[in-house]
Structure formats: C-alpha cells, structure tokens
C-alpha cells in the first residue's frame, strides 16, 4: 500500500466510513512516515476541537439566548414568514422522527421549542434589524445544539488513548473498533473510581482507570497496587490469568497493562479489581480506608478473529552451550509478539549456579533483503529501530531452559525478512578483583581490567545523607571506563582488610556505543555525561588506608555466534 498524502491522511481520520479503513490502520502500524503524519494531524484536529466545542453548554447559555428575544415581538403576514415556514419544516422533522419510546425527543426535535407559537409570534411589529439579531441569536442556539448532541468527533481525538504518548497497538484497536467502554463508576469516602475505556487480545489487556478526589480533581498518586489493591484477569473459566500492573506513562489517567505469559484460549475474560485502600506512603499521603472494588467483562471474539499465529522453526547451539529456538510468531491487533525458548548446556549451567542462569538476555535483529534494520533488541548502536513493546523471560520446567517474548509493535505481514541472532548475555559467578589506597585515588588512579572490561578508578569520598540513598553514610568510588559486558545484574563489593563487605549501588550517567551488531561498549561517566560514575556503598561511614573492589557476578557477553533465519511468509492461521 503507498503512503497516504495529508489529504488522503484527513479523510482518513474524519471519515469513518471510509473504504479499506481497517488496511490503512494497517499500513500506518508499519510506516513510521504516515504513523507520524496520523499523530500531527490528529493532534491539529485535537487542538480545533478543543477550540471549537468546550466540553458543555454553560448553564446559562440558554437563558441568555432566550432572553435576548424575551422582549422582541413579531407580527405574522399573510404569507408566511421565514420563521414560520422553519416552524411547518420542524413538525415534517417531528413527525419523522415521533419521541422516542423512552420519552426522549430525538436531537433534531430537541430544538423545536425555539420554533414555538407561544416563543415566536406576538402581536406588534418590531424594527428588521431585531428580527436579524433574533435569527441570528437562533442560529447560534440550532448549531450549538447539533454540536453537543453528536460530538464523534470530538469524542474520539479526546480519547484516554489519544494522548500525546501514542500508543500504537491501542491506536489500531481504536481503528477497528475494539475498544471496550464499560463505564464503571465506584464512589466511596469521598473518592470516584472510573473507568471508560479497555482494549484486550490474546496476549495483552490494557485498562485506562481515573480516580477524582472529593474536589472533582483527578488524583495520579493515591492508588497504589499491592496486596491489599489488586486487579486480576480472569479467563472463561474464572480461572486467573494474569494481573493488571500501573506502568506511568502518563499524567491523565492510571495506564494499567498486563502482559500475559500464554496467549488466552477464551472469547472473554473478566477484570476484577479489589480496591480497599487509598494512599501512597512513598510520597507522604496518608492511607485511606474504603471500598472502590468492581467487575466488568470483555468480549474477546472479535480480537481472536484479528489474531493469527505463524509457527517457526529453526535452532542453533553457540560455542558456549546456549540453545536458541525460535518457537511462535503471533499477530494481534495490539502488536506481534516473538517467542522463543533457550537452554544452556552443563558445562553452561555451571558457571551460573543457583538462580544466576534465569538472568539472561538475546541480542537480535530484523533486517529487510537489503539488509536494513527493521528493529532490534538489546543493541548497542546508537541510534537503532526500537518498536519493542515489552519482553517477558520464564523459567522453563528444568534448570537452563528459559521461555522469552518479545512482543513489537509492528512486524512486516508481507515481504522477506531475517531474523539475525547477534549474541547473548547471561548472570555467571566472576571472582576479579583490585586492591586500592582510597586516599590516594585523584593522583594516583587504579585500573581495574578483567574480560575485555576496563575502569578508571579516579576518586573516593564519604558522603552523608541527604546525598545518599538512604539515611546513611555511603563511600562514593568515582570512576569512568568502558564495559564489554552488561551492567546490568552484575554484582560488586568493597572490602577492607579483615572488615564487612559492603554491596555496592551503582549512580550517574552512562551511554551505549557500537559500530557493529555483534560489537560495543557500555561507557560509564566521563566529561561529556556530566561527571564520573559512582559505586556507592552504604555504611562505610570513614575513608579506610585499603580498599578491595571485587565483582562477585558479572553479566557476561556472549558475541562468538553466527546464525540468521529467514522469517517464513507461509500464510498465518487464526489461533482459534
């Protein structure tokens, strides 16, 4: 499909009968060009919305209206006048549209008491220039009205999922339709829970919930979820199958999102939330007790209709005893999702006893037959594709054998591409180790150098709350250096002869760089981010004459590997 032009973009956001719709929703989840085209001009529209229609008529809008012809009159001719034939055209509208069983009048007829006998004749004559402000006055009063009484529009670009942090796999659940509104309202001690919008597939429930203090205001840090406020989905059978977690995101709404670890074999699923308490300690609100539980119900039959699952094949075993298999490739109207098993040999295994082999990453890519980047994971190029939503690891049912996905917000439905496999990192027992004078750091540096890992150590002081993490000294080791291996789940500590080890946290600025898929560093500190890296370690409250800096684990970098597959373009099945 060829890009849209701005025309062709605003037809496509304003018309919502437009041909192929559902294939443009498509189109845009793969093209970043027409993704940020969609995004700038639903903005503009967002922002004449907002200009044009306030959220409700003021209460006196009416009164006002109504006011100005309070004291004009009007004499009838023996033709009819303007505003007569408006009133015969007003009873045609009534009598095609008689009140509704309800006893609602239909919006067309909500106008007509405008129109009245009683409103509009009276029996002296008044100058034409009333008459014109009068029909204008009641111009005003019939597009007002038409306005409030059908704002699509405005309903749909002030959507809770329109918000200037766009996310598209709820972007294209909007498009086709599927997003729920179970219009739940929970009031108590003075507090309102609300939710009005939800979106669910297979593998990923999404819930966009508010909550307004007794001033009307929404509230962003009170609701906090722990053991006493949960939010659990359920499948068909009532059987729970995953829980709803707050991830930020942004400030109008509480973003709950659930990952879940298998896709759901049910056409709906339930989301109960128990609710017992609001408060959040971290920030010095106090706790509040009280009920804002509720239930609601979502359909998933149309979502399981829009989810397809493509299996793969194809496995490969490194030099260093990891086994890479790739296993599912599933398509939802919320994004792709990835899965893919690994399992480390013996010999691998060992150097990661206990639970160090659960942490463990894959370093991967996608390239189109020109051998672009479509995305990446866990690459240290800058800057790289990056549309991956989440990643979840499980351990599998023996010690070695990991269950990860990957899902993204967009992979290619038609046209080759290859998945290139570019290493992988893994948590292993590390014993390397320098010793140091702390004192004589900033004129006589320390280098600490094991497995292609290199630091700089440049200074040590003792620093006092509140420049801390906590409400202890810490000794701050200040260093820069270049990292082969990942920071990340990598352990150290600092100990003094015959004394406590002290753990260390780590605090500053670092940077990625690479000029290969397969090559790299992690930079910790230096001039350009602002100042060296720290090892903080808390409770060493004195500068002690010797210091011994040990990395007890180190997550260690796997690139010795070489394997691509092509990703298959067998037609895909519906799960169901």
């Not at 559902?22 to 907002?50: D, F, N, V």
């Not at 973003?255 to 920030?283: C, F, K, S, W």
């Not at 990661?352 to 990453?361: M, R, T, V, Y």
Request: charged letters at 20%; glycine letters at 8%.
């Amino acid at each position: 499909m060829q890009c849209l032009s701005p025309a062709n973009m605003e037809d496509y956001i304003l018309n919502a009968k437009l041909p192929d719709k559902q294939r443009t929703a498509e189109h845009l989840a793969g093209c970043p060009r027409c993704l940020a085209l969609y995004l700038a001009q639903s903005e503009e529209q967002a922002r004449w919305s907002q200009d044009l229609y306030t959220d409700a008529l003021p209460d006196a809008f009416t009164a006002q209206v109504m006011a100005l012809l309070e004291d004009e009159e009007i004499e009838p001719s023996t033709p009819k006048a303007p505003l007569q034939q408006a009133d015969d055209e007003n009873n045609k509208i009534a009598a095609a549209n008689p009140v509704q069983a309800d006893g609602e009048k239909p919006a067309a007829q909500a106008v007509s008491p405008a129109f009245s006998d009683a409103a509009a004749f009276r029996k002296n004559r008044f100058p034409a220039w009333k008459v014109a402000i009068g029909a204008a006055s009641l111009l005003v009063l019939l597009f007002s009205v038409a306005v409030y009484s059908v704002p699509t529009l405005a309903e749909a670009l002030r959507s809770l999922f329109g918000q200037e942090h766009a996310d598209i796999g709820l972007l294209r659940a909007q498009e086709l339709g599927l997003v729920e509104h179970p219009n739940i309202r929970v009031t108590d001690r003075g507090y309102t829970l609300k939710i009005d919008e939800a979106v669910a597939d297979p593998t990923r429930v999404v819930v966009a919930l508010q909550l307004f203090g007794p001033s009307g205001q929404h509230d962003r840090e009170r609701l906090v979820l722990s053991e006493e406020n949960t939010i659990t989905i359920k499948d068909g059978q009532g059987k729970p199958a995953g829980s709803l977690h707050d991830i930020g995101y942004t400030n109008d709404f509480y973003y709950l999102v659930a990952h879940l670890p298998e896709p759901l074999q049910t056409d709906h699923i339930t989301i109960e939330g128990r609710l017992t308490q609001l408060g959040n300690n971290m920030r010095g609100i106090p706790v509040l007790s009280g009920d804002w539980s509720f239930n609601f119900s979502i359909d998933l039959t149309e979502a399981n209709k829009k989810t397809t699952v493509l299996p793969l094949s194809g496995s490969y075993t490194s030099p260093d005893g990891m086994t890479v298999r790739l296993k599912r490739l599933t398509r939802m109207v919320q994004g792709v999702r990835l899965e893919i098993d690994t399992e480390l040999s013996a010999d691998a295994l060992a150097r990661s006893p206990g639970e160090l082999w659960k942490e463990q990453g894959l370093r991967f890519h996608f390239e189109n037959a020109a051998g672009e980047e479509i995305h990446s994971v866990n690459t240290r190029i800058n800057p790289h594709m990056d549309s991956l939503m989440t990643q979840l690891h499980l351990p599998g049912d023996k010690p070695g054998l990991m269950h990860s996905s990957y899902t993204f917000k967009s992979l290619p439905a038609d046209g080759p591409y290859t998945f290139v496999f570019d290493g992988y990192f893994v948590s292993e027992r590390d014993g390397a180790s320098v010793s140091f004078e702390p004192a004589k750091l900033k004129t006589q540096p320390v280098v600490f150098q094991s497995d292609g890992d290199e630091l700089l150590l440049q200074d040590f002081t003792v620093e006092s709350p509140p420049n801390t993490n906590g409400d202890k000294p810490e000794g701050s080791l200040q260093l820069s250096g270049l990292l082969r291996n990942e920071n990340q789940n990598s352990q150290w500590i600092l100990t003094a002869p015959g004394g406590q080890p002290y753990p260390i946290t780590m605090r500053g600025v670092l940077t990625w760089s690479a000029t290969g898929w397969q090559d790299g560093y992690v930079r910790l500190g230096g001039p350009d981010l602002g100042g060296l890296f720290e090892f903080r370690a808390s409770g060493l409250a004195a500068i002690p004459e010797q210091l011994q800096l040990t990395r007890t684990v180190v997550s260690r970098m796997y690139t010795n590997v070489a394997w691509s597959v092509p990703m298959p373009e067998t037609e895909a099945f519906h799960a169901r």
